[in-house]
T-cell receptor
């Protein structure tokens, strides 16, 4: 019954080798988010899509990109992973509307990325 | 700008004793407040949320939190801890105007001993 699905759960890549993490949702939510969570830290928002509109956080490195080909899927691309990019990457969704902005974000189980 | 302070990085309790995880917030507008729980190597699960209705909010697994505007607090409590409650807990604030961006506290690790 998972509603926000992240694949794979664990990903190992090599230093500098591009990697893509995927997220899919069955909730038909219009907003999808990517967070980075390093060990023993709080999640940090990288960017989000509001429908097709991409919104980057000011401090997100250029090395991180995202694609949202349709409502259900969103991808996180790391163009040249460094050792400092090893982290848990969390995808979340919410439904944003103009009437009720107090929306819950639903999180996936995360993908733990290791960089060798 | 909104912010959240979780006053304890670690809390240790014995099974069957009460749990108190403390959270203070700062917000310019009427905030939405959340508690999320994260078990090891898992995603975040919503425990409960406050969105300007009742100030005492009941969540899943016996947790509840009370919104106190005068104290700018949103502490999480549970009458009796269970071993399965051992996890990381995040207090989260979101502005209720405009786009809802979440601001996370630094987390409190709850340890439950037999």
């Amino acid at each position: 019954d998972a509603m926000v699905i992240q694949n794979p759960r664990y990903q190992v890549t090599q230093f500098g080798k591009p990697v893509t993490l995927s997220c899919s949702q069955t909730l038909n939510h219009n907003v999808m988010y990517w967070y980075q969570q390093k060990s023993s830290q709080a999640p940090k928002l990288l960017f989000h899509y509001y429908d097709k509109d991409f919104n980057n956080e000011a401090d997100t490195p250029d090395n991180f990109q995202s694609r949202r080909p349709n409502t259900s899927f969103c991808f996180l691309d790391i163009r040249s992973p460094g050792l400092g990019d090893a982290a848990m990457y969390l995808c979340a969704t919410s439904h944003q509307n103009q009437v009720l902005a107090k929306n819950i974000q639903y999180f996936g189980a995360g993908t733990r990325l290791s960089v060798l | 700008a909104q912010s959240v302070t979780q006053l304890d990085s670690h809390v240790s309790v014995s099974e069957g004793t009460p749990v108190l995880l403390r959270c203070n917030y700062s917000s310019s507008y009427s905030p939405s407040l959340f508690w999320y729980v994260q078990h090891p190597n898992k995603g975040l699960q919503l425990l409960l949320k406050y969105t300007s209705a009742a100030t005492l909010v009941k969540g899943i697994n016996g947790f509840e939190a009370e919104f106190k505007k005068s104290e700018t607090s949103f502490h999480l409590t549970k009458p009796s801890a269970h071993m399965s409650d051992a996890a990381e807990y995040f207090c989260v604030v979101s502005e209720s105007t405009g786009f809802q961006k979440l601001v996370f506290g630094t987390g409190t690790r709850l340890l439950v001993s037999p």
